[in-house]
C-alpha cells in the first residue's frame, strides 16, 4: 500500500519504519523538507536529527505536505496534537480527498507543564474536528493509545496480547485500518463505532500518562478482557 | 470493618452486598430511609424496590446519611455522579471528618442522551470536587472503572486477570481501600498517585462506554499489560 506520514517525529519515523518494514511504499511529509533536513538539533527526549533517520532509511522520500499525502492511498496524521489541523490544512483538501486518513494523534496542552490536559475533549475530539477540516477524507482514529514503539511492534509488550481501538464512520476505511494493523501484529483489534466514539480513546489519554507515572514506562497497554 | 455505603441504587446494593458477604458491618445510607422503603416502583433498568432488597439482606441497616457515615470507619459514596456532592453534603463534614472515603462515582450527564458527557474532567474531577467539599476526610478514589457486578466480582471476568485503579492523598487510606479491595478479590490494584490523578479514571469512562456498546455487555475490564 501506498502510505504517506505526515509528522516527522518519533511517532511519524517509527510508523514510517513500522510500515516499511511490513512491505509499504512510504513517503513522510513535512512542511519544509530541506528545513527538516537541515535541522542538527538533537530533540528534548533525545531524539536525532531527521538527517539521521533519512539516511537510515533511504528508501523513504521526504516530501512537502501536499505531494505526501498525493502519494499515499492511506495517509497517517502523527504530529503532535498542536500541530494536526495545521497539517491537514498544509496537506489539502484536494491531495485527501477520498483516502483514508488515519488519525493517531492526541490534543495534548503542555502549557500547564506535566501531565498535560486535552484541548478538546467531552462533548468534541480532535478526530471530529480533523474531519470537519477535510470532509472528504475518510477519518479513522487508530493508535492514539500506545506509545510510538508498541504501534508498531505490539508483540514487544506481552506477546502482543492487548487491544487497541478504531472509531470512523466509514467501513471500508475501517477494514483497511484493521487490516493495517493486523500486518502490525494487532491481533484484538476493537471497533468502537463511529467517529465520535473517537472521544473514547482521546479521553482515555489521561490514565494513560498517569499509568506511565506509576509503571515508569511507556512500553505497556490495556487489554480488554470479557 | 464498618463500612457506610451511601446510596441505595444498584452500585451502592452491590457493594453493599459484597462487602458485607466478606464480612464487615455494613450500614446503607440514604436522605430518608422511610421514604426509601416505602417505594414500590421498580427502577429503569428493572431494578426491584430497596425494600425487596432489605428483606434479602436483614443485617444491613438502612439510615439517614449522617447516622450511616457515623457507623463507617470506611465510607462509600455510592450515588449517581449527579448526587455525590449532595450526599457528601447531607452526611456532613463531622461524621466524615478523618474517616476514609471512598469515592467510586462517575460525572456523567445524561441530559443530552446516551452515551453521557462529563459534568468535569480534563482540569478537574468530581473526586477532587468531593475532597474540596469535606477537607477532613481522606478521599480515595477507586472502582468507578467498572461496573457494580465486577466492582465486587472480579473473579466473574477472566477469572479476575484484570487491572483497578486507586487515587488519593493519604497513603493509609489507599492502603486501607486497597486491603479491601484485595478481599473482594483483586489482585492487580495499581495506585496512580495523588488525588488528582482521578481525572485520568474519570476520563476513561467514555471509552467505557463506547466498549460497552462494542462489546455489548458490561462485564469487562480492562487488564494493565506490561
Known amino acids: 500500500v501506498r502510505i504517506a506520514i505526515l509528522g516527522t517525529g518519533v511517532v511519524g519515523r517509527t510508523l514510517a519504519g513500522g510500515l516499511e518494514a511490513a512491505g509499504h511504499d512510504i513517503a513522510v511529509g513535512t512542511r519544509d523538507p530541506r528545513a527538516t533536513l537541515a535541522r542538527t538539533d538533537t530533540g528534548p527526549m533525545g531524539t536525532p536529527p531527521y538527517a539521521v533517520?533519512?539516511?537510515e532509511h533511504p528508501d523513504v522520500a521526504?516530501?512537502?505536505y501536499p505531494d505526501a499525502a498525493a502519494h499515499g492511498d492511506v495517509v497517517v496524521l502523527a504530529t503532535a496534537g498542536d500541530g494536526a489541523l495545521g497539517a491537514v490544512e498544509l496537506a489539502g483538501r484536494e491531495d485527501l480527498a477520498g483516502k483514508v486518513l488515519v488519525d493517531v494523534t492526541n490534543p495534548l496542552d503542555f502549557s500547564g507543564g506535566f501531565p498535560p490536559t486535552l484541548t478538546v475533549?467531552?462533548?468534541?475530539?480532535?478526530?471530529?474536528?480533523?474531519?470537519?477540516?477535510?470532509p472528504d477524507a475518510k477519518v479513522v482514529k487508530a493508535l492514539n493509545t500506545v506509545s510510538a514503539s508498541v504501534m508498531v511492534q505490539p508483540g514487544s509488550v506481552a506477546d502482543g496480547d492487548h487491544s487497541i481501538f478504531v472509531s470512523?464512520?466509514?467501513?471500508?476505511?475501517?477494514?483497511?485500518?484493521?487490516s493495517l494493523l493486523?500486518?502490525?501484529?494487532?491481533?484484538?483489534?476493537?471497533?468502537?463505532?463511529?467517529?465520535?466514539?473517537?472521544?473514547?480513546?482521546?479521553?482515555y489519554l489521561p490514565?494513560?500518562?498517569?499509568l506511565m507515572g506509576a509503571l515508569g514506562t511507556p512500553a505497556f497497554n490495556v487489554k480488554v478482557v470479557r
Open 53 to 55: 533517520w533519512q539516511e
Open 62 to 64: 521526504l516530501l512537502p
Open 121 to 134: 475533549c467531552n462533548t468534541d475530539s480532535l478526530a471530529e474536528q480533523i474531519q470537519r477540516a477535510v
Open 168 to 178: 470512523g464512520d466509514d467501513a471500508d476505511a475501517k477494514a483497511t485500518v484493521t
Open 182 to 203: 493486523r500486518e502490525l501484529g494487532w491481533r484484538d483489534v476493537i471497533d468502537l463505532g463511529a467517529l465520535n466514539t473517537a472521544r473514547g480513546p482521546e479521553m
Open 207 to 210: 490514565v494513560w500518562l498517569r
